[in-house]
């Protein structure tokens, strides 16, 4: 007869003081454009998960943020904009790239180095903050000032990502109704 041990997954994960600065694992921000006749919006959602070791026991966070916007003629988008897997770090003397995975920047993967792991850790925080506070930021502009979105032109000219188009020179903003 085996006994089962139920694991609870904490937030903050293990080792990454950093992230003690979020402490919902969802939220969302949104903002209008009555230019345009739209609403735009940011969310993240961390889904935590369980894992085993020998040496005892960890887990997993997936990090996903998302954009979307909805216009007055009932179209929408959805967009991912940053996703990256975490575990907990039990041994600060290991390199970081050995606890960050599955780094995708709008759904295209990205080679994991410490330089981009470090990257999207910050992009990450960045975003998620703003968004706790109520803000929408410009996802493109703040993955270009991170240095994580490559130098496609037909990404950055799409009508997919129409958002920061529209609000070229705005990092963020705040709905003011």
Sequence with gaps: MSTT????????P?????????????????????????IYGLSYKIQSMPLYHLDGKYSAHTIDISGWEYTIQNDSQEYPVLSFKI???????Q????????IK???????????TAKRAILAGLFLMKQINGGFVPDPVRVLR????????????????????QNHENAL??????
């Design 172 to 177: 963020f903003f705040k709905d003011q109704s």
């Design 14 to 38: 293990k080792g990454w003081p950093q992230f003690k600065a979020i402490s919902r694992k969802a939220a969302q921000a949104l903002t209008k454009d009555l230019k345009t006749a739209r």
């Design 5 to 12: 041990s139920h694991h609870t997954t904490s937030w903050p």
């Design 105 to 115: 920047v709008f759904a295209r993967p990205v080679e994991v180095s410490a330089q």
């Design 145 to 164: 000032v991170y240095r994580l979105l490559q130098k496609t032109p037909h990404l950055l000219q799409s009508d997919d990502f129409s958002c920061a």
């Design 87 to 93: 575990l907990d770090q039990h041994d600060s003397g």
């Design 95 to 102: 390199a970081l790239t050995e606890h960050i995975s599955n």
